[in-house]
């Protein structure tokens, strides 16, 4: 197992977790507006380190929520991360924010049904969402996208089986939605601690990032291939 410093910074609440073999040791979460709690992040990650350097715990890597998300707040906790990574020569870990969110609605284990799907939402404003589909085991069953949300979005996956939403932004989309087998599950919020074990699986499978190269999500598409040596 490894000691892991998680970072999540893709919506208001901002928030850092330490992790040490299967456990968590430390966590802090502070609040601001639409991203803006990435400013306290800063303070939290210095508090962090020092309470493991005070232990005399090793980091093995840091994680950190690549999103979708708040643009502002991703950039932030990407920045951190990788300043770590380069200043104690420390692995990087990419944790999807979707996937994130699914963690703690998996641990509650409020859904029964073995065939369910799970749609985590983050709101971006009016009807559109970022949204992705999940079975129970966290395989994808549609790749994260932005939906504007109608009634016929999630009709094909609704017709057949039932699906829960969650995140800031699904209360928004119910009564667009409003099918027999769409659930809603209130409170979650992608947070650090969630972040454990799908760091540790990524880590155990050596998925790690190129540091000099990685880029949250929402500039994925527009980043270029690696440049070649200059003649």
Sequence with gaps: MACILHIETSTNACSVAVSENGQCIFEQQEEGERGAGAEH???MVD???SFTDNHAIPFDAV??????????????GVSMAKGICYGRDLKLIAVPTLEL????????ETIQEENA????MLDARRM???AGLYDRSLKVVREVGADVVTAETYRPWLDE??????GNGAQKCMDVIQHPNAHLIEGVMPLAKWMMPLAERRYLNEQFEDVAYFVP???????AIKPKKLI
């Design 41 to 43: 992040l800063g303070p």
């Design 217 to 223: 999500f929402y500039l994925k598409d527009f980043v």
């Design 161 to 166: 089986r039932p699906v829960y939403f969650f």
């Design 117 to 120: 799907l799970l749609c985590p």
């Design 47 to 49: 508090e962090a380190l």
């Design 63 to 76: 994680s950190v929520s690549c999103g979708p998300g708040s643009y502002t707040g991703l950039r932030i």
């Design 128 to 130: 559109e969402v970022y």
């Design 101 to 108: 969110l699914c963690v703690p609605v998996l641990l509650r």
